[in-house]
């Protein structure tokens, strides 16, 4: 629902010229009392002014514990509106409201709603790239840092439905020996990978590490040397004694990779048209410096989430968040 919102989703006004945009921002933040989270795949530039950087795990975490009167979340927008059904009482924008996930969209609401009629009785696991409707059919919201051990959580007989990630939830039956049933998703960056490209990319760096998101296809994952979520696959490279890695998620992780570690190497893993930067999530990309300037200067486009549907999202969320504080996650 967006209400007092620019039509465009985003407030498309050129940032005034001879200031200094990142000062700028820093005095907003203090003006709004305001925090910004950056996820990894942010451009550079809006991780580098960002107060924190995490993944999707550690951008709940964040929002459910800071003191600020606002978020601006740079992200996507599933990742603004878990912010704030956490934090209903705060405003939280996100700079550019157009940057949906290509995952959240594979599952409608009112689809998985008939889904989960079909086969009742079973536990509902949600993946946080979901809308808040979604959430609010959901027993238990995972992230790609904690769905294996949340998943365990339960006895091995208790049937599961897993959304909506397709190759996520196949990895997490695979790892655990689980017959999940699983929502026909995918993200269309992390399903593009090519298997023959990084074969041949092995073969010029031989000690390349390949490590992959749990969202890539499972030719991909049975490739890896490590698999996992953004941030952990961000701890691998910096704890490794290895060089030399391949990376087969959105390439915006890379900085903060090259960043942490100046002296290793980090090699894009290449998607299967060339001729595309297809290896970086388009929607992550809608947001920009200025529109994060913007969005702090004129308090817009914000965040609203239906009170009803909330109060249904939050439960699964926090019940999340209560299980990962628990296995200090
Ligand atoms: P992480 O939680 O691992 O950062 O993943 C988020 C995401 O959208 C992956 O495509
Ligand atoms: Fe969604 Fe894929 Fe973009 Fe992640 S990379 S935000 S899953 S579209």
């Given amino acids: 629902m967006v209400e007092n919102n620019s039509p465009a989703g985003f407030l498309n006004i050129p940032a005034p010229q001879y200031t200094d945009i990142k000062k700028e921002i820093s005095n907003l933040k203090k003006e709004r009392n305001a925090i910004i989270l950056a996820h990894y795949y942010q451009t550079g530039e809006i991780q580098d002014i960002a107060d924190f950087v995490g993944d999707s795990l550690a951008l709940a ?17 599933f990742m603004g509106e878990t912010a704030k059904i956490l934090c209903p009482e705060k405003r939280v924008f996100v700079p550019d409201l157009n940057a949906g996930c ?41 992230t790609s840092t904690n769905a294996r051990q949340i998943v365990e959580s339960f006895p ?7 959304g909506p990630d397709k190759n996520l939830g196949n990895y997490i039956n695979s790892i655990t020996g689980r017959n999940m049933l699983l929502w026909n998703g995918a993200c269309h960056v992390h399903e593009q990978f090519s298997l023959e490209k990084i074969i041949e990319l092995k073969k ?12 890539c296809k499972s030719v991909i994952l049975k490739l890896a040397d490590h698999i996992g979520s953004t941030a952990s696959l961000l701890k691998f490279a910096t704890h490794s004694d290895n060089n030399e890695f391949i990376v087969a998620t959105e ?8 960043k942490k ?18 290896n970086e999530c388009n929607f992550m990309r809608l947001n920009t410096i200025e529109k994060l300037y913007n969005c702090l200067k004129y308090e817009m486009p914000e965040i ?18 209560e299980i990962s504080a ?4």
Avoid at 61 to 77: D, F, Y
Avoid at 156 to 162: A, K, M, V, Y
Avoid at 251 to 258: A, C, N, T, V, W
Avoid at 326 to 329: G, P, V
């Fill in 156 to 162: 091995l007989e208790t049937p599961i439905i897993f």
């Fill in 304 to 321: 609203f989430v239906d009170e009803e549907v909330r109060k249904k999202a939050v439960k699964p969320i926090e019940k999340m968040l």
């Fill in 61 to 77: 975490q964040w929002a459910a514990k800071t003191t600020a009167e606002v978020i601006v979340l740079c992200g996507v927008h």
């Fill in 204 to 215: 010029v760096h031989p000690g390349a590490l390949l490590l992959a998101h749990p969202e």
């Fill in 102 to 142: 290509s995952l959240a969209d594979s599952c409608p609401a009112d689809e998985f709603e008939k889904f989960i009629k079909t086969h009742p009785d079973r536990t509902v696991i949600s993946y946080v790239n979901t809308t808040a409707a979604v959430k609010a059919l959901t027993d238990v919201v995972v």
């Fill in 261 to 278: 570690n100046p002296g290793k190497i980090f090699i894009p893993a290449p998607p299967n048209d060339s001729t595309c930067a297809c």
């Fill in 326 to 329: 628990k296995l200090k996650l």
């Fill in 251 to 258: 390439s915006g992780i890379l900085h903060e990779m090259q």
